[in-house]
């Protein structure tokens, strides 16, 4: 019986005595182990699942500790009746009645799950080639200072900053840094009141199109853009304009005139990595100025830096408050943090502040000092040098393999982008390569969800991203040389 509650993994990464306590827990509050009955002796246990006594003692005392077990002299260790007591129990359903199940398709204000999104394995890191974008190579996560941080944040005069309802405020520590460290490298110039912190670059777009955007409202995004934006301005009006780019990014096409707000990647153009000069920045402003227009500028690669003077930020140019500036850290520090941010006219982040509180109070407040510690500290900083020089690495070499095993593909990136834009040959249908090259072992993205879909439903198939953030360099060109050969396969198995 114990052999079967309690499955030891000698190879795992969490010690045998948690594991122990976490099953004797489970079973506990699963009611597998009724309150009355002993469990085994330290001694017994120990020998059925192959450890040392002392590994079984330590668990049984912390759990006697937490009021899990009860120990009653010479009688051994029982389960603690406070622990499982006033639970509901299990109730009798009857099986003759069968009810009608709720109908929930018909309730639902659209199909959120039917819009085209960009679609990664959850288990990408199993792969030997993961040329995927937004995920950061483990090596270069900077651990030791971000434990220091967490574990400062966790003393008790930190705790009591943040351990607190917050209510709709952010973390004093962490706005100061945005303005000081962070916003700063981009020519923006902020008061705490102007800036915003949010669950990802994502939540903020989310809060922007909450606010601003009704079933009336124009919203112009880049074609091809980022898809999650889309969707998520898709999700609040069916007035959603695919804006044309050309070699300075969005261009200043006549579909601007149709646009109430304006969604851009200026720094570096997602997908295609183009940086737009400072002239159609201007240009850009401009319009936006003339015509009371809002752009909502994403610079989502905020810190990856430029060769040379990097271009200033649109809001950094903006004097009349018709930028709205969104990014995040998920590119540098990671993702799984999900700190963001927005930064805009005080009169508009007091009205997002007050919906962030409908929707989540406020970040967890933890993290936020934690972050705060660790650009303070300056971890931020130096884990910015060391990515630069990876990437510039990592660049070259995914260019290198690009020319000599991809000859006919065409490229784009620019020095701080994580990616490369592809462009195969028009009769390459890059879902069908990226299926043959997973099966191979190499992650890539087709380019086809970037595009806005045709009336027709069309988009172009011959494009793909490849990032190059969670590939170590040594797998760089083999697995380059690998993609070659599941474009092979892929024209094969076509023509057949």
Known sequence: ?????IQLSFRGKIGLQ????????AAILDGQLPVG?????????AAQLGVARNTVALAYELLVNEGYLLTRSRSGHFVNPEIVAGRAG???????TALARARWTPRLRGAVSAQRNIVKPRDWQRYPYPFIYGQIDPAQLPMPGWRECSLQATSAAEVRGWAGDLIDGDDALLIEQIQTRLLVRRGVFAAPDEILVTVGAQHALFLLATLLIDADSTVGIEDPGYPDARNIFASRTPNVVPLPLDAAG???SPALDRCDYVYLTPSHQCPTNVTMPLARREALLAWAQDNDRVLIEDDY???LGFEGRAQPALQSLDRSGHVVYVSSLSK???????IGFIVGDRELVRELRALRRLMLRHPAANNERSVGLFLAMGYHDALLRRLRQAYAERSQLVADALRTHLPDVAFTTVAGASSFWLR???QVDTRRVAEEAANLGVLIEPGDVFFVASEGGGVPCNYARLGFASIDSTRIAPGIATLATACTIAAASHAA
């Open 424 to 426: 195969f040959p028009e």
């Open 37 to 45: 009955v002993a469990l085994p002796s330290t001694r017994v246990l």
């Open 90 to 96: 299990i109730p009798r359903v009857s099986r003759t």
């Open 332 to 338: 540098t520090l990671a993702p799984g943090i999900r």
């Open 250 to 252: 969005l261009a200043l």
């Open 1 to 5: 019986m114990w052999n079967q509650l």
């Open 301 to 303: 690669e905020i810190e």
């Open 18 to 25: 948690a594991q122990i306590r976490e099953m004797l827990v």
